[in-house]
């Protein structure tokens, strides 16, 4: 294992790893302005965002991310149009592609060119690259994970006070950005058993430990205790909230845990390169004798290997989605990468196949996958993307209409809020007589109460339509799967609920409200 005070990163790698990163941001970018913000969590942390560049923090704790509120918040000053977030976010999930190809670059010594692929078979991942799609804390929490990864690392191999307490430093970041950051705790805690050096416990480091992971909820927790009404506490009590739900949701699901150990090999399976799959099962056979002597060090394949099954096995104790495995699509495909460039490096290759050959086999290997990936993300993703909001909002202006209601969805809010039309999200048809009351003449019956599992409008499907419109987004079998947590459903029961939503027609239709 190469010492990392020697190690260094090549800079000749960055000719290769440039363009790389440029034509993955092109890759992420496509079709973007033609995109609608894709899921309720994304609406809503876009109004969140502009309620804290205008000084409001009364949410300024939703989803327990105070630190990715206070990032956007200054672009929300400059710029409101949601689209600007989407840019934003993709391209911060592609430096997240970029540190993690650049920290395995780094310590596999990989060659310019063979860190361009890494870049590229991690970065055309399909559920990476739906999760870099959104307005949510999936890019940010990548980015923070790889430095994470790389500090910690650090950590092993060289065991010091300063190297400890940048891996607190990298955990209180992530803490501040996503709370998923918590499932980190048991993996770092069996890497310090199987380490057994004792340096957690030494000199007071557990309480410099301590002190750091508790500084961002004290000092922002008071902060924000002194300028708003909210209690210093209400940071923590976010966090209790989401691990430790009190009661059912609106789609009836309750708890959190949910033992299925076929949801993500199936997932792999369906919306994957067969290359993560082979980072997953031969790593423990090609690097055997790594594994075998684990307790002389842990060298990067086999660090990576831990997290990756550490992740995948706790995942499928709890409730399952997509991005339950976000953390661990990159470590997949990178050690894919490394099994291929180990098989090519073999005593029984050298002596076969020349270099050039060797090379040229790991090189089409790699664009074969890539390519795969990129129609993978076709299927998957591009088709699904132009959105039809923008339509409904014009039919709405068109009509003269000021408010709407929206069963579920907010997703409408970003296009109607500049034509001057304000959105009501019901979850019940018995809401609607009160809004009529009110004046409120239309509803957006919106196919998202599907994707939810809110389903509760019977009455309200059998009215004609006024007009309608078919939103992509709200058929994609990905859609359906990221709210597989929300709902509680399986993975088959989930893509079961998006076939039914392939067959029921139109997935906006705007209906007159009628009168009691």
Not at 279 to 299: Q, S
Not at 311 to 323: E, H, N, T, V, Y
Not at 467 to 489: D, N
Request: charged letters at 15%; glycine letters at 8%; hydrophobic letters at 50%.
């Amino acid at each position: 294992m190469p010492d990392a005070k020697n190690d260094k990163f090549s800079p000749k790698t960055l000719l290769w790893l440039l363009p790389a990163l440029l034509l993955l941001a092109a890759i992420r970018l496509h079709g973007l302005p033609q995109a609608a913000l894709p899921d309720y969590d994304s609406v809503r942390n876009w109004q969140i965002v502009q309620e804290v560049a205008q000084g409001n923090l009364r949410n300024i704790f939703h989803h327990a991310s105070p630190g990715f509120y206070l990032i956007f918040a200054p672009v929300a000053a400059l710029q409101p149009d949601f689209h600007w977030f989407l840019y934003l976010n993709a391209l911060l999930a592609v430096a997240a592609v970029g540190r993690l190809a650049a920290f395995v670059a780094r310590y596999a010594r990989l060659r310019g060119f063979e860190t361009a692929l890494l870049v590229l078979l991690i970065g055309t991942c399909t559920t990476l690259t739906f999760s870099g799609r959104d307005f949510t804390m999936s890019s940010a929490s990548l980015l923070l994970f790889g430095e994470l990864l790389r500090a910690y690392y650090e950590r092993l191999q060289q065991p010091s006070r300063q190297t400890l307490l940048r891996v607190a430093l990298w955990l209180a970041a992530g803490l501040c950005i996503n709370y998923k950051f918590l499932l980190t705790f048991p993996i770092l805690g069996a890497f310090e058993i199987l380490q057994a050096d004792g340096l957690l416990w030494q000199r007071g480091n557990a309480w410099r430990v301590t002190a750091i992971l508790a500084a961002p909820f004290l000092v922002l927790g008071i902060l924000v205790t002194g300028l708003t009404i909210l209690p210093w506490y209400r940071w923590l009590a976010t966090y209790a909230g989401i691990l430790w739900p009190s009661a059912m949701n609106e789609a009836g699901r309750a708890g959190n845990v949910r033992l299925d150990l076929w949801y993500y090999p199936r997932l792999l399976l369906q919306f994957e390169s067969p290359l993560l799959g082979v980072g997953l099962l031969l790593t423990p056979v090609v690097f055997w004798p790594e594994l075998r002597a684990w307790r002389k060090g842990l060298t990067l394949p086999v660090y990576l290997l831990i997290w990756a099954w550490l992740f995948l096995g706790g995942m499928s104790l709890i409730l399952k989605a997509p991005r339950g495995l976000l953390f661990a699509y990159g470590l997949f495909a990178a050690l894919g990468f490394l099994v291929l460039r180990r098989l090519l490096s073999s005593a029984i290759m050298q002596q076969r196949l020349s270099v050039a050959v060797r090379v040229g086999i790991l090189v089409g290997l790699s664009l074969l996958v890539i390519g795969g990936n990129l129609l993978r993300l076709q299927h998957h993703i591009y088709r699904y993307t132009p959105t039809q909001y923008q339509q409904v909002a014009h039919w709405l202006q068109e009509h003269g209409q000021r408010r709407v209601a929206s069963t579920v969805s907010n997703a409408l809010l970003p296009f109607a809020a500049p034509a001057g039309i304000s959105v009501q999200v019901i979850s019940n048809e018995n809401q609607l007589p009160a809004l009529r009351a009110a004046g409120v003449q239309y509803v957006v019956l919106d196919g998202y109460r599907l994707v939810t599992g809110i389903n509760k409008f019977s009455r309200l499907e059998k009215l004609p339509a006024e007009a309608t419109f078919t939103e992509p987004l709200l058929l994609s079998p990905m859609l359906f799967l990221e709210h597989s947590e929300f709902t509680g459903l399986g993975y088959e029961e989930t893509l079961s609920r998006q076939q039914q939503a392939l067959q029921m027609g139109p997935s906006l239709r705007i209906v007159h409200i009628p009168e009691q």
